[in-house]
């Protein structure tokens, strides 16, 4: 079992930053590839970026690309979403996923049901 904890969410107005991070506890962080995702009301839950185990791998949907960054520290069991350039569009509930895997896997998931293990989300709200 993994554990994971989202932090850093808030109220913040367009053109701001943010940066989440999500905790991992439970088991060997380094053997997940993970995942963010956000879900906005009504709409269903969207993938945003996600790294590989040793952090040298990234993808993003096109939405964040250029905006958003996903990076990790395997000594703190911790990713994180550095989110600048924020709009009222990227209002939502962001979610921090993990996705057990072997060291020779290099794939991308970008499903949610790709994801084994799920945080509770952090809310973002970014005002006009």
């Known amino acids: 079992q993994v554990q994971l904890v989202e932090s850093g969410g808030g109220l913040v107005q367009a053109g701001d930053s943010l940066r989440l991070s999500c905790v991992a506890s439970?088991?060997?962080?380094?053997?997940?590839?993970m995942g963010w995702f956000r879900q906005a009301p009504g709409k269903e839950r969207e993938f945003l970026a996600t790294?590989?185990?040793?952090?040298?791998?990234?993808l993003y949907v096109d939405s964040v690309k250029g905006r958003f960054t996903i990076s990790r520290d395997n000594a703190k069991n911790t990713v994180y979403l550095q989110m600048n350039s924020l709009k009222p569009e990227d209002t939502a509930v962001y979610y921090c996923?993990?996705?057990?895997?072997?060291?020779?896997?290099?794939?991308?998931?970008?499903?949610?049901?790709?994801?084994?293990?799920w945080g509770q989300g952090t809310q973002v709200t970014v005002s006009s």
């Open positions: 996923a993990a996705k057990f895997v072997s060291s020779s896997d290099s794939s991308y998931y970008t499903r949610t049901n790709d994801y084994d293990y």
């Open positions: 790294i590989s185990w040793g952090g040298g791998s990234t």
């Open positions: 439970g088991r060997t962080f380094s053997n997940y590839r």
